[in-house]
Nanobody, 123 residues
Framework: VQLVESGGGLAQPGGSLRLSCAAS????????MNWARQAPGQEREIIAA????????YYAESVKGRFTITKDNAKNALYLQMNNLKPEDTALYFC?????????????????WGQGTQVTVSS
C-alpha cells in the first residue's frame, strides 16, 4: 500500500488549497478514506472521511463548511478542497486508508498512513 500526498504549501488566511492523495497497492474503490492532520504538540486528528463510494462523508466541526473531501475511484485518488483557510489550519496533513468500506472516525480504524504534506496558513 502506498499513499502519496501533494498540494500542500503556504496560503494566506482566507485562501484555498487543494490536497491530493495518490493511492496504489490495494483496491481503492473498496475502502473508506480519510484526511487527518497533526499540528506541533497536538495529537493526530481525523478531520474528514468518505466511505467507499463517496456516498457518505464526515467532517470535524473545526473544518465543516470550509473543507470538502472527494474520492475518485477511477483515478485511485483522494482530494481535500480547503477554502477560507485559517492560521489554526496550519498542520501536517495525512491521507489515510480505513480498514473497511465504511469509516469510523478513530485512528484505530486506520491501517495505512501517508507521509503527509505540510500546510501553513500565514499572512
Amino acid at each position: 500500500v502506498q499513499l502519496v500526498e501533494s498540494g500542500g504549501g503556504l496560503a494566506q488566511p482566507g485562501g484555498s488549497l487543494r490536497l491530493s492523495c495518490a493511492a496504489s497497492g490495494f483496491s481503492f474503490s473498496d475502502y473508506a478514506m480519510n484526511w487527518a492532520r497533526q499540528a506541533p504538540g497536538q495529537e493526530r486528528e481525523i478531520i474528514a472521511a468518505i466511505n467507499w463510494n463517496g456516498g457518505n462523508t464526515y467532517y470535524a466541526e473545526s473544518v465543516k463548511g470550509r473543507f470538502t473531501i472527494t474520492k475518485d475511484n477511477a483515478k485511485n485518488a483522494l482530494y481535500l478542497q480547503m477554502n477560507n483557510l485559517k492560521p489554526e489550519d496550519t498542520a501536517l496533513y495525512f491521507c489515510a486508508k480505513s480498514r473497511r468500506a465504511t469509516f469510523l472516525t478513530a485512528n484505530s480504524a486506520i491501517d495505512y498512513w501517508g507521509q503527509g504534506t505540510q500546510v501553513t496558513v500565514s499572512s
